[in-house]
Each structure stands twice: as structure tokens, then as C-alpha cells.
């Protein structure tokens, strides 16, 4: 899968970067889907005794074994696979809970794992500077309707229909960090019914 | 003077020597009333009238930031310096009316942290009294790590320990106890944010050490006010005011520029803040730059000085003020 470049943005729109493996008193690698390839691009420069001190955490998606089991085989001192984030979730929390201030975190794959990942590291008490992102796989926005507050995953069409309160929202740049998800608003606010056609604009 | 703060008027209501090297010296507002709120970590700058030399040094306020009765500094005196610690133990008497800045604030805690750190050595532990007065205000979780010579000089490390037990640890050098610093970061949890303040070399270590380690940059703050350095007399051409200005062996370039009655602006007087930078118009020879504000770029450049700490050699210079 190759490397999106994101069209410039408004500032409140998170940019990504590149993994690289930092020196530190333990490493937390978070990832999803395609976010397996940027590990195993960080896994060429580093020697065992970096992953002795790892903790991988994935979540394959859609991607089923194909990047699990190349994982696994880096030797981490601990590594996980969940179903979903929602799976996944006690154990992030937990392993924050338990490392201490030197410890390296690393994001990767999607935005709406980057985005939730950072969140309960930056709730744990890391500056969100000091977190490592890089962008693989799908475009897939994770969205928040700001009329009824609910969030849609993985929406990749603009419009797109708010899956908890059916409202056709427009898709913004404007980002929360807090929430991990993009802003929708109403698409039709002021001209009821007047909905534009669906792009699809995320893959 | 512009300089960037307000002054405040007040009047010397304690001296008190606290050990062979450190007096304390308490302000209250003259004429009575309180002075303004500052949190835990701010310096206040200290004019002292000394014949016609007037000497302006920062200090840390250690006291309560929510007394607003009264200010406490401590100094230490320096036999070695330039004469304005020497000037706050000598001549500096209770009774006395002097001019203060209003609390400046460059240390301050970062309050999202989940445990502050705070790593002291000798004088360097002033402006922690007063961060740590603030926390245990609010209830903050902190731990303070002090290094001094020797028990005797070892300001206020007794009454520290006992008002806030348990989370005072002392190290004294006459017995060769040092802070075990690896050890100490690696065990912080998530979220805990370190300060230093007290000798150059100790603030090295810690930024070395804590990023050798994997802390965050934004996770470790330190303070330092750096002694203007003396060196070879100097010549400024000031392109603004159109004055030409003689910088002595012993005095600052900004303290040249304030005595030639030149606008220039000042937080700390000590290389940290930023607030003197002055643009160079012009010069011929090298900069002696001392400061930590400016990049190594800019510092190369040639186009910045902070006449607070840093010196010029060389046959001209002219600067935008
Ligand atoms: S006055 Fe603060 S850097 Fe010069």
C-alpha cells in the first residue's frame, strides 16, 4: 500500500509522519490494518534488543492474517492481535497504565486509530509532540455528527449519512484532537432537502 | 526605562541571614497593600541604587504565591561576581525603599502533569519553594531532589524536609551523596514532568540524561540566569537613537544601552527569555554570544545579540535601537 499525501489543510487537521525507531526505556506500538507495514519498515533498522522492550498492539481489520503473523515473528516482548479497537482498548490502557516516563509510542495505519491511540496516550500524560504517527491504508475518516454528538466510523463519502441520527453531514477538515474524529455538519441546514450528490472521497 | 514589566515600590521588611552564604530578604508594598498574584516559579528583577551604577538582578520569589502580604527572595552572595549579591548583603537594610519589577514568570509548572519532578541543586532551589507552596495548595503530587555542599549550607533542605515529609530527599557532596538520576527518571510514571534549576552542568545532565532516556523535550524545563559576562571594552553605534555607546569591562551591553538612556527592553537580564533581542545592523569583528535564547543558526548569522549576556569584539557594530 502506498504512502498518502494529504493535501495541505487547515491547522487543526493532524499531519503524519514517518516511524523511527527512538531510543527510550520501552516502545508501545499501536497499529491497524495496512499500519503493519510501517513496523515492519522500522523493523529493518533495529536489533533484537530493541524489541525486547516492545509491545505490539493490532488490529488486523480487514487485512485478516496477512501482516499478523510477520508481526508475531519480530519477537516483541509482548503482542496482541484484537478484533477491534473497542477490543484492544483495556489493553492500551492498561500498558499505558504500566510504563514509565522514557517510553517511546508509535501510531500506525488509520486515522480513527491514530486519532483514538493518541488520545488515551495523551490522557496518560504524554505531550502528543512526543508521539509517533504514520499513515497507512485506508483514507476512511472517522466522523463526529456535531447536531446529535454520535460518531461514524470508516465514512468515506461526502456527503455521508450520520449513522445515528440520519442526517446528511458535510465532511470538514476541522479535527478534535479529544475526540479523535473529524467534524460533520449538516449538509442541507439551510436549504432542506437539497442534499449534493455523494463523492466518494476516501478509499 | 520601557522595560517590559511594571515596577512595584517597596520596602525592606526583613534581613535575615540564613547560612554562611545566604540572606533572605523580604518586601512589603510601600505605603501598604498587597502586591500582584505571581505563581510558583516567577523571578522578580531587583534594582539596586549603587553610587551611579544602577544594578538590576533577578531573583526567584520563594515565597507563598498566595501571600500577597509580602515577596521573599533569597540570594547568594557571590564574591566572584559583578557586586549585585554582594550589594543585597552588604548594604541592603531593613527599612529600606527599593523598586522591584512586577513577578515575571519563565519556570512555571506545567499543570497538565501527573507528577512533577523537581531536581535542585544549591540556590537553585528557590523558585521550587514557591512551586512547591502552590502544589501542596492544590493538592499537587510532587518530589523534590536536592543537592547541596554540606548540611550547614544546605538552604532551607530542614525545613523543606519537615514541612513537606517524604517527599524531600537531600543529597549532601561533603559525603558524597549524589542523585542516582538514571534510576530516578526511569522510574517516573507516565505523565510526570521534571525541572531543574541550579548549575549549568547539573542542567546539561538532566536534559542529556532525560533524552538519552526517551523523555519527551517538552516533559523536562530548567532555569538558569546567566551572570553577564565581562570582557574587552566595546563601541555600539546605536542606529535609532543615534548614539554612540562605550561598553565597559565589567558592564553589559544592555546595561550600557540603559545608562545612555536607550530604550531597551528585559524580562530576565539572564540569557533565558528572549526579551532584549536585538537586531544587528551592521558590524565588523565577532560575537561573543553567551545567551541560550538565539539558535546556533541565528547565532552564526550575525544578525541577533541579546545584550543582556552577550559580548562583541571587533572594530564596529551597529544595532537597531
Ligand atoms: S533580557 Fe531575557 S534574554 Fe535578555
Known amino acids: 500500500m502506498s504512502k498518502t499525501q494529504f493535501p495541505p489543510s487547515i491547522t487543526s487537521r493532524p499531519v503524519y509522519g514517518e516511524l523511527e525507531a527512538r531510543s527510550g526505556s520501552g516502545h508501545l506500538m499501536i497499529a491497524d490494518a495496512e499500519g503493519a507495514e510501517a513496523i515492519l519498515d522500522l523493523a529493518k533498522s533495529v536489533d533484537k534488543a530493541f524489541w525486547a522492550k516492545a509491545h505490539i498492539i493490532y488490529i488486523p481489520k480487514t487485512t485478516g492474517t496477512a501482516y499478523s503473523s510477520q508481526l508475531e515473528e519480530l519477537g516483541a516482548g509482548q503482542f496482541y492481535a484484537g478484533p477491534s479497537y473497542e477490543a484492544a482498548q483495556s489493553r492500551i490502557r492498561r500498558a499505558l497504565q504500566d510504563c514509565h516516563m522514557g517510553t517511546q509510542v508509535y501510531l500506525s495505519g488509520t486515522e480513527g486509530l491514530m486519532g483514538q491511540a493518541m488520545a488515551e496516550a495523551t490522557a496518560a500524560g504524554i505531550p502528543h509532540t512526543a508521539i509517533q504517527t504514520e499513515h497507512r491504508g485506508s483514507t476512511a475518516r472517522r466522523m463526529q455528527c456535531v447536531h446529535c454528538k454520535g460518531i461514524t466510523e470508516d465514512v468515506t463519502t461526502d456527503p455521508f449519512e450520520c449513522s445515528h441520527c440520519g442526517l446528511s453531514l458535510f465532511v470538514r477538515d476541522h479535527y478534535s484532537r479529544r475526540l479523535a474524529a473529524f467534524q460533520g455538519v449538516r449538509v442541507d441546514a439551510e436549504d432542506p432537502g437539497n442534499i449534493p450528490e455523494k463523492v466518494e472521497l476516501f478509499k | ?321
Open chain 2, 1 to 321: 526605562m520601557s522595560a517590559g514589566t511594571a515596577k512595584l515600590n517597596v520596602t525592606v521588611a526583613e534581613v535575615k541571614p540564613v547560612n554562611d552564604l545566604v540572606t533572605r530578604f523580604k518586601f512589603v508594598r510601600t505605603g501598604g497593600g498587597d502586591l500582584p498574584t505571581f505563581s510558583g516559579g516567577a523571578h522578580t528583577v531587583v534594582e539596586m541604587q549603587d553610587g551611579d551604577i544602577t544594578r538590576l538582578n533577578a531573583y526567584s520569589l520563594m515565597s507563598n504565591p498566595a501571600d500577597r502580604g509580602a515577596y521573599t527572595i533569597s540570594v547568594r552572595r557571590d564574591d566572584q561576581g559583578r557586586g549585585g549579591s554582594r550589594f543585597m548583603h552588604g548594604r541592603v537594610k531593613e527599612g529600606m525603599e527599593m523598586v522591584i519589577s512586577n513577578p515575571v514568570n519563565l519556570f512555571s509548572l506545567d499543570l497538565r502533569a501527573k507528577k512533577h519532578l523537581m531536581l535542585a541543586g544549591g540556590i537553585g532551589i528557590t523558585p521550587f519553594m514557591a512551586q512547591m507552596h502552590q502544589l501542596a495548595m492544590m493538592g499537587g503530587h510532587f518530589e523534590l531532589h536536592y543537592a547541596v555542599r554540606t548540611a550547614s549550607l544546605g538552604t532551607y533542605a530542614k525545613e523543606l524536609s519537615e514541612r513537606y515529609p517524604g517527599k524531600v530527599h537531600i543529597y549532601h557532596d561533603d559525603q558524597n551523596e549524589a542523585i542516582d538520576l538514571k534510576t530516578l527518571l526511569a522510574n517516573q510514571p507516565l505523565g510526570t514532568h521534571v525541572y531543574v534549576c541550579g548549575p549549568k552542568g547539573m542542567i546539561n545532565w538532566v536534559h542529556s540524561t532525560a533524552g538519552e532516556m526517551g523523555w519527551p523535550r517538552e516533559a523536562v524545563h530548567s532555569e538558569e540566569f546567566l551572570a553577564p559576562a565581562s570582557g574587552k571594552p566595546f563601541e555600539v553605534k546605536c542606529a535609532v537613537s543615534n548614539k554612540i555607546v562605550q561598553v565597559g569591562e565589567h558592564q553589559s551591553l544592555l546595561e550600557a544601552l540603559e545608562a545612555a538612556g536607550i530604550d531597551a527592553p528585559y524580562l530576565c537580564r539572564g540569557g533565558a527569555c528572549g526579551q532584549c533581542e536585538t537586531n544587528v545592523i551592521g558590524y565588523d569583528g565577532k560575537f561573543l554570544h553567551y545567551d541560550h535564547w538565539l539558535t546556533d543558526e541565528q547565532k552564526a548569522g550575525g544578525k541577533h545579540i541579546m545584550p543582556c549576556v552577550s559580548r562583541f569584539e571587533g572594530k564596529t557594530l551597529v544595532l537597531d535601537r
